[in-house]
T-cell receptor
Framework: AQKVTQAQTEISVVEKEDVTLDCVYETRDTTYYLFWYKQPPSGELVFLIRRNSFDEQNEISGRYSWNFQKSTSSFNFTITASQVVDSAVYFCALSEQSDSWGKLQFGAGTQVVVTP | ETGVTQTPRHLVMGMTNKKSLKCEQHLGHNAMYWYKQSAKKPLELMFVYSLEERVENNSVPSRFSPECPNSSHLFLHLHTLQPEDSALYLC?????????????FGQGTRLTVV
């Protein structure tokens, strides 16, 4: 069963608009980690953020911000004032304590298209 | 320049061919991974190596054979593949295999099986 759900397949915005990517996860573990990765057209996945299950503080890094809510099992990602360079596929991923070897379970990804 | 390098970037092979994908990491990491990314499917973990030992094999068909000769290199040997094996194959590495360690990915090999 899919443990990470990214319901939005594609989001198109005009430059300078904000865009929020949804991520809902499912786990029975109390200890787990959540990640966001960006995959630009060049192919490699670029690590953006890691959050552990005990730290619900929201985080801001430049134009990026993350909203972690355990009550709704969500870890949403917002890009503020989007730029064309933000165009990429964004993946949310889960790593569970009960699942060995640091396995990352990825969502299906959300394609973000930012037009000038 | 990425710390994880994959070659070739693109590969077209027939179903009877034998080819190998190569991955090299320059980050001093102890764990390396192969992922498969197919169209319209989430990334799938194929193999995990920790300190050159295979520690995870996610029920991958035997036509995919990994090899990890040292902590910096990882290969994926391919033989008698099927068209449905066409995908982007991504290599990754991490400091160790723990759940809290972020993985660094290569740019992938785009494989087409004809």
């Amino acid at each position: 069963a899919q443990k990470v759900t990214q319901a939005q397949t594609e989001i198109s915005v005009v430059e300078k608009e904000d865009v929020t990517l949804d991520c809902v996860y499912e786990t029975r573990d109390t200890t787990y980690y959540l990640f966001w990765y960006k995959q630009p057209p060049s192919g490699e996945l670029v690590f953006l953020i890691r959050r552990n299950s005990f730290d619900e503080q929201n985080e801001i890094s430049g134009r990026y911000s993350w909203n972690f809510q355990k009550s709704t099992s969500s870890f949403n990602f917002t890009i503020t004032a989007s730029q064309v360079v933000d165009s990429a596929v964004y993946f949310c991923a889960l790593s569970e304590q009960s699942d060995s070897w640091g396995k990352l379970q990825f969502g299906a990804g959300t394609q973000v298209v930012v037009t000038p | 320049e990425t710390g994880v390098t994959q070659t070739p970037r693109h590969l077209v092979m027939g179903m009877t061919n034998k080819k190998s994908l190569k991955c090299e990491q320059h980050l001093g990491h102890n764990a390396m991974y192969w992922y498969k990314q197919s169209a319209k499917k989430p990334l799938e973990l194929m193999f995990v190596y920790s300190l050159e030992e295979r520690v995870e094999n996610n029920s991958v068909p035997s036509r995919f054979s990994p090899e990890c000769p040292n902590s910096s290199h990882l290969f994926l040997h391919l033989h008698t593949l099927q068209p449905e094996d066409s995908a982007l194959y991504l290599c990754a590495s991490s400091q160790d295999e723990g759940m809290n360690t972020e993985a660094f990915f290569g740019q992938g090999t785009r494989l087409t099986v004809v």
